[in-house]
């Protein structure tokens, strides 16, 4: 018996001492801040304003929040080549080309990057 609670009080112990080094998820922008959210290159910024903000800047329209950790995370771990197969074939409610018909897949991974709130790779 109390060997047993010895070895749940070491995996409970490991369980809080490790959950602490995990960085804590920030809150998803509110309405306001979601819709005011821009890329800071101003062509992907035109591109996100016409094709991507009507459905990522508005809660409720089953697309991840624009710099919503919590519904990005997950996504972005899959990696960016699933994410930009789903832009360019359409997933679920996404249409193909994720409604960009001027889009590069180079545009096209910005916008993903902006939006997951990922920054670009250094070179």
Do not use: N
């Not at 459905?55 to 710099?67: D, F, K, N, Q, S």
């Not at 545009?107 to 250094?122: N, S, T």
């Amino acid at each position: 018996m109390v060997q047993g609670r010895l070895i749940g009080a070491i995996v409970l112990g490991g369980v809080l001492l490790l959950s602490g080094c995990s960085k804590p998820i920030p809150p998803a922008p509110t309405q306001q801040e979601a819709l005011a959210l821009r890329p800071a290159d101003p062509r992907i910024a035109s591109l996100y304003e016409s094709a991507c903000k009507a459905c990522h800047a508005v809660a409720g329209t089953g697309a991840p929040l624009v710099h919503d950790h919590a519904a990005w995370d997950p996504r972005w771990k899959q990696g960016l080549p699933v994410l930009l197969d789903h832009v360019l074939q359409g997933y679920r409610g996404m249409p193909a080309g994720g409604q960009c018909l001027t889009c590069t897949p180079q545009d096209h991974q910005a916008l993903i990057r902006f939006m997951a709130d990922q920054p670009e790779p250094k070179s």
